[in-house]
């Protein structure tokens, strides 16, 4: 659940933090425009009248203006300085403002009332930067703070994840060993004297040795899966020949479990990149859930159709709905339909080991309930198809 989730998750929070970006850029250019446009229609004009003297020159941009009022507070506060120390900056003085004929024209008072507004307007100036970078400062926090009660959750859920699935698993090879440990004492102690009830007996010792076996299988599965290091070996194949062979695999167990089965499968060969081995894993446990969690006379079918680019693959049955309480945590461990873990055998580990191998395939497994006509449900995997046609670089 984290793997999936945790993308999406900052993939959403990218978008958010560019477009929160974008609006503050925007704000900034507007409110930039407009003062500017204050600045040269009124203020501008204003001080030049006021101090009767052309110091600022209308219709300039707004970083001229700025650059224009940077420089006359730097010359008014040379100007101070050299008036306390003489001598002191001359050079500075007058290369920062060449038309300082027009301050001296000014008197002392006006010059302080001068720098005075100036430092004001400056300030109005910087106003829509400052007030960008808080509010841009203030959700990246906010945002920041949000990921990490997020992680911080996760990792609660995962850790309560992990407790229940070690009790699932105690549970399940519990079950199994406490029968095998009662047939063998009775065995040993001679209490079974009859011989097709022995034989009865180690039939049992043997069926249930099997679903311990199978249960620490998937169980492995699940946690390479999970294991840093692991990746798959993926390679174009035959995905249509690939999953009809996995059909006839399954066939024998389908009718033995006294069940109707059918396959739509192309005939035409169909090509995509994945791992045979975890593939024929992912597709075998969705067989063998539907026969495991269906009753005798359930039909159960194979398709497989490409549609826009994409395999879609389904495993169906005509057996009961599957709750809807049960659909959003269908795919985690130790998950199933039953009212019992153990009224119709297996674990719940099948199907998140499927939804682990597709996942790691870049594909998507989903349940489909209702489904195509004749059947209640179906486990749908979608895969990328690729061409038909072989490149050079792939021989």
């Not at 011989?195 to 599965?221: D, G, H, P, V």
């Not at 495991?292 to 879609?312: D, E, R």
């Not at 009224?343 to 998140?352: D, E, P, V």
Request: neutral net charge.
């Amino acid at each position: 659940m984290m793997q999936t989730e945790m993308p999406q998750k900052i993939e959403h929070l990218k978008r958010f933090l560019i477009i929160r970006l974008l609006l503050v850029m925007a704000f900034i250019l507007v409110s930039e425009r407009l003062i500017n446009l204050f600045a040269g229609q009124i203020v501008f004009p204003a001080l030049n009248t006021f101090f009767r003297a052309e110091l600022f020159l209308e219709k300039q941009s707004s970083g001229t203006n700025v650059f224009l009022i940077v420089r006359l507070v730097i010359h008014f506060i040379l100007e101070e300085i050299d008036g306390i120390l003489p001598g002191s900056f001359p050079f500075f003085s007058r290369s920062t403002w060449k038309n300082s004929g027009l301050i001296g024209k000014i008197s002392g008072t006006q010059q302080i009332l001068m720098l005075v507004v100036l430092f004001l307007f400056l300030c109005i100036y910087s106003l829509p930067y400052i007030l960008g970078v808080l509010y841009y400062s203030n959700i990246v926090i906010k945002k920041m703070d949000e990921v990490r009660e997020y992680d911080r959750k996760q990792r609660e859920a995962f850790a309560k994840k992990r407790n229940l699935l070690l009790s699932d698993i105690t549970h399940d090879l519990k079950t199994p060993i406490t029968t095998i440990a009662g047939y063998v004492q009775a065995l040993n102690d001679g209490m079974v004297k009859d011989a097709e009830k022995q034989k009865q007996y180690l039939t049992a010792i043997r069926q249930k040795s099997l679903e311990m076996s199978e249960l620490i299988t998937l169980l492995f599965n699940y946690v390479k899966l999970d294991s840093e290091g692991f990746d798959l070996k993926k390679k174009r194949v035959n995905i249509t020949e690939l999953v009809l062979q996995i059909a006839a695999g399954a066939y024998t167990d389908i009718e033995d479990a006294g069940m109707e089965f059918d396959v739509e499968i192309p005939e035409d060969a169909g090509y995509a990149e994945v791992d045979k081995a975890q593939f024929t894993r992912a597709l075998t446990n969705l067989i063998t859930n539907a026969v495991k969690h269906n009753s005798p006379g359930t039909k159960i079918k194979i398709s497989m159709k490409h549609k826009l680019g994409y395999w879609v693959i389904k495993v169906m049955d005509s057996g009961e709905n599957i709750d809807e309480s049960l659909m959003e945590n269908l795919f985690d461990p130790f998950v199933m339909g039953d009212e019992s873990r153990n009224s119709r055998g297996g674990s719940g580990l099948g199907l998140s080991v499927s939804k682990k191998v597709i996942d790691m395939h870049g594909g998507k497994l989903l349940l489909e309930q209702p489904t195509e006509e004749g059947y209640t449900k179906a486990f749908c995997i979608r895969m990328k198809q690729m061409e038909d046609s072989i490149y050079e670089y792939d021989n």
